[in-house]
Nanobody, 129 residues
Framework: QLQLVESGGGLVQPGGSLRLSCTAS????????IGWFRQVPGKEREGVSC????????NYADSVKGRFTISGDNAKNTFYLQMNSLKPEDTAVYYC??????????????????????WGLGTQVTVSS
């Protein structure tokens, strides 16, 4: 079965850190472009960070630049989103997505499901004191 599974979400105080993981089973993420998207109830889903499967270029939403870092470990078939200096407005469900695109910036601007995507079920991140 081909699937993505996210982990690492939870409750953290403002200023804290979390690392989200996205692990694929049934297929290799080696050539896929990977993105992290987030959604708050009642708001449109947004691209947080993406990394190209072609050349490892990365893209970040302006709201997370300098605080979040996307990376991957092909040997573990896992991608990560390191989130530092978390703010209450980072509270959302975070989804990992694998898509057959080469451009990370383009991927991050496409928050809706497209044919051929693989999506995880999401992991809740709550930033609150």
């Amino acid at each position: 079965q081909l699937q993505l599974v996210e982990s690492g979400g939870g409750l953290v105080q403002p200023g804290g850190s979390l690392r989200l993981s996205c692990t694929a089973s049934g297929f290799s993420l080696d050539t896929w472009t990977i993105g992290w998207f987030r959604q708050v109830p009642g708001k449109e889903r947004e691209g947080v960070s993406c990394i190209s499967g072609n050349d490892d270029t990365t893209n970040y939403a302006d709201s997370v630049k300098g605080r979040f870092t996307i990376s991957g470990d092909n040997a573990k078939n896992t991608f990560y989103l390191q989130m530092n200096s978390l703010k209450p407005e980072d509270t959302a469900v975070y989804y990992c997505v694998a898509r057959q695109l080469t451009d990370a910036e383009v991927m991050c601007r496409m928050p809706r499901m497209t044919p051929g995507d693989y999506w995880g079920l999401g992991t809740q991140v709550t930033v609150s004191s």
